[in-house]
């Protein structure tokens, strides 16, 4: 029997489907003007997945285009009219990809989600249904800090498939007029350093943000949403004079009924509650913006302690509790980059939580909570004193030997700083004896020095 010779014959079990994966072909894309401090970075994240690089020039001065050239982007130049949407849509029809991210120069993606944005818009593309969608990738944009700490978040549509449909509308603030339904994706996150103060500062973005919306709204004067973003361009430009003016803008907003966009909405209650927090003329309305941010934004751990904190001042400390709990567990949530004082200064909770749980009788919570606070920053009298005082509490009696033990869990008995903390607080809550073991720390010479301080 002869071998055979020729075309080979390739057999498909008939029970398989062969998936064909669509290339993704992702245009990067920005408008920018003297980015040259940012334009590197700017470019670095999509190499390797996007195919081309598009860079629309608005009018630099600097070494901006230079860099991008060097880099390989292709780079167009558009003559500024005041416009975003006008410099974006001129960018968006040099794109040739199927899909545009669409970032600023002050914003990349870190490493870890451009691998999620590609995975993402694969699965898009071989599904069905969401194939056919004319839509945009909603992604979570975190604002950071100088030290690049996230301060604020806000979700945006930055990726979204290049046909002739999808546009920016608006000359400031603008967004994309989508027609169809966006595709959530909160675990993309888009890294902006522009709001830093250093930025601010360099760039002028808040005068200018402010006299494109003056504009705008001379067109369109009862436009709401814009007053808020003047309202927040007027706070941001660090004027004093600037406050009364965005004041009145919030006010106007929230007394309007008007549909805000949620964080215009939490940043105008953030502004009001702030800046009257502590005025004692203005109590009861400043408890009313509390507990209506608290009502329409439950989920704001800001909101929860503004408005616990003013349940505990009119000694309601059950529902302070309730309210100061739920703000610890917001807090313990992936809430990356979210608007929130407290979410960067936790510290002023867990003091809440000590003094309220005083109040009620909870020896067990303020043991808890002063541990937790006295781990971050052990330098907090208001804290040590409740921690100490707790130990000699009925049910909770406990020898000085055993708390003096604890407390060197958290304080050094060789350090004058640290000694003079415990000494201080166990004096505060009248507890001599602990004073007495501590002052048995000190050396003669740090004693001599003791006795002669003015304090």
């Given at each position: 029997?002869?071998?055979?010779?020729?075309?080979?014959?390739?057999?498909?079990?008939?029970?398989?489907?062969?998936?064909?994966?669509?290339?993704?072909?992702?245009?990067?894309?920005?408008?920018?003007?003297?980015?040259?401090?940012?334009?590197?970075?700017?470019?670095?994240?999509?190499?390797?997945?996007?195919?081309?690089?598009?860079?629309?020039?608005?009018?630099?001065?600097?070494?901006?285009?230079?860099?991008?050239?060097?880099?390989?982007?292709?780079?167009?130049?558009?003559?500024?009219?005041?416009?975003?949407?006008?410099?974006?849509?001129?960018?968006?029809?040099?794109?040739?990809?199927?899909?545009?991210?669409?970032?600023?120069?002050?914003?990349?993606?870190?490493?870890?989600?451009?691998?999620?944005?590609?995975?993402?818009?694969?699965?898009?593309?071989?599904?069905?249904?969401?194939?056919?969608?004319?839509?945009?990738?909603?992604?979570?944009?975190?604002?950071?800090?100088?030290?690049?700490?996230?301060?604020?978040?806000?979700?945006?549509?930055?990726?979204?498939?290049?046909?002739?449909?999808?546009?920016?509308?608006?000359?400031?603030?603008?967004?994309?007029?989508?027609?169809?339904?966006?595709?959530?994706?909160?675990?993309?996150?888009?890294?902006?350093?522009?709001?830093?103060?250093?930025?601010?500062?360099?760039?002028?973005?808040?005068?200018?943000?402010?006299?494109?919306?003056?504009?705008?709204?001379?067109?369109?004067?009862?436009?709401?949403?814009?007053?808020?973003?003047?309202?927040?361009?007027?706070?941001?430009?660090?004027?004093?004079?600037?406050d009364d003016e965005a004041e009145a803008l919030y006010r106007e907003a929230l007394a309007s009924g008007q549909q805000i966009l949620d964080e215009l909405k939490q940043g105008a209650y953030n502004f009001l509650i702030a800046k009257y927090y502590e005025d004692e003329t203005k109590i009861a309305e400043n408890f009313e913006f509390c507990r209506k941010a608290y009502d329409e934004f439950p989920d704001n751990p800001d909101f929860c302690f503004y408005y616990g904190r003013k349940l505990y001042l009119i000694r309601d400390f059950q529902a302070a509790w309730e309210k100061f709990e739920k703000c610890e567990d917001l807090m313990n949530t992936d809430m990356m980059g979210f608007a929130s004082y407290i979410i960067r200064n936790p510290l002023m909770l867990f003091y809440q939580m000590v003094i309220t749980a005083e109040e009620m009788g909870n020896v067990n919570d303020v043991i808890k909570y002063a541990t937790i606070a006295l781990k971050e920053d052990k330098n907090q009298p208001g804290m040590l004193a409740p921690y100490i005082d707790a130990f000699r509490r009925p049910g909770y009696e406990t020898s000085n030997d055993e708390v003096f033990e604890l407390l060197g869990k958290l304080y050094d008995f060789n350090d004058v700083k640290d000694k003079l903390t415990v000494m201080r607080a166990a004096k505060t809550v009248g507890n001599m004896e602990l004073v007495s073991k501590v002052l048995a720390k000190f050396t003669p010479e740090e004693l001599k020095w003791l006795t002669e301080s003015p304090e």
């Open positions: 029997m002869g071998k055979s010779k020729g075309k080979r014959t390739y057999h498909r079990a008939p029970d398989k489907k062969i998936h064909i994966i669509k290339p993704i072909r992702l245009s990067q894309c920005m408008i920018v003007k003297n980015e040259e401090k940012n334009i590197e970075k700017a470019l670095t994240w999509a190499k390797g997945v996007a195919f081309e690089q598009i860079v629309v020039d608005t009018g630099s001065t600097d070494r901006t285009v230079e860099i991008a050239e060097s880099m390989g982007a292709k780079v167009y130049h558009f003559e500024w009219i005041d416009d975003f949407s006008a410099a974006k849509n001129f960018a968006i029809e040099q794109c040739s990809g199927s899909w545009i991210a669409f970032l600023d120069a002050d914003e990349y993606f870190p490493k870890e989600d451009v691998k999620k944005l590609m995975l993402i818009l694969r699965n898009i593309e071989n599904d069905p249904t969401l194939s056919k969608l004319k839509t945009a990738i909603r992604c979570q944009i975190v604002n950071v800090d100088d030290k690049g700490k996230p301060f604020m978040a806000l979700k945006q549509d930055r990726v979204f498939r290049n046909v002739p449909e999808l546009r920016y509308v608006g000359r400031i603030h603008e967004v994309l007029d989508l027609k169809e339904p966006h595709i959530q994706a909160p675990e993309l996150s888009i890294v902006h350093t522009g709001y830093s103060a250093s930025s601010y500062a360099e760039t002028n973005k808040a005068s200018r943000n402010v006299e494109m919306i003056r504009k705008e709204l001379s067109n369109d004067p009862d436009n709401i949403t814009l007053k808020c973003y003047l309202a927040d361009s007027l706070r941001i430009d660090g004027e004093t004079h600037n």
